[in-house]
């Protein structure tokens, strides 16, 4: 059975950081690809970063481009995502995702496996 587990979001300051961390079970971590997405209250959920399947190759949203860090870790089966100078409209439930062999890093529908989701809330 497949499970990702999403910790580290909380209640920060705008302008902080914090460590999302998924810890993946029940599948081979290194043959998937990684993403992030989040979706705030009333919206559609939305790309946020993610990994190809090499870990060389990492992309983002516009939205956090030189904000965000979006790494992995083979040998303990985890996905980070490491968000700095956080902003009121990075307010939302953030999720993990694995991508098996779906095209589209930036389409939800490429991926086959989804977290619980972690709530991110920034205050101003």
């Known amino acids: 059975q497949v499970q990702l587990d999403e910790s580290g979001g909380g209640l920060v300051q705008a302008g902080g950081s914090l460590r999302l961390s998924c810890a993946a079970s029940?599948?081979?971590?290194?043959?998937?690809?990684w993403g992030w997405f989040r979706q705030a209250p009333g919206k559609e959920r939305e790309f946020v970063a993610a990994?190809?399947?090499?870990?060389?190759?990492?992309y983002y949203a516009d939205s956090v481009k030189g904000r965000f860090t979006i790494s992995t870790d083979n040998a303990k089966n985890t996905a980070y995502l490491q968000m700095n100078t956080l902003k009121p409209e990075d307010t939302a439930v953030y999720y993990c995702?694995?991508?098996?062999?779906?095209?589209?890093?930036?389409?939800?529908?490429?991926?086959?496996?989804w977290g619980q989701g972690t709530q991110v809330t920034v205050s101003s």
């Open positions: 995702a694995a991508r098996g062999q779906g095209e589209s890093y930036r389409d939800p529908r490429s991926y086959d496996y």
């Open positions: 029940g599948l081979t971590f290194s043959r998937y690809a």
């Open positions: 990994v190809g399947w090499s870990g060389a190759a990492t």
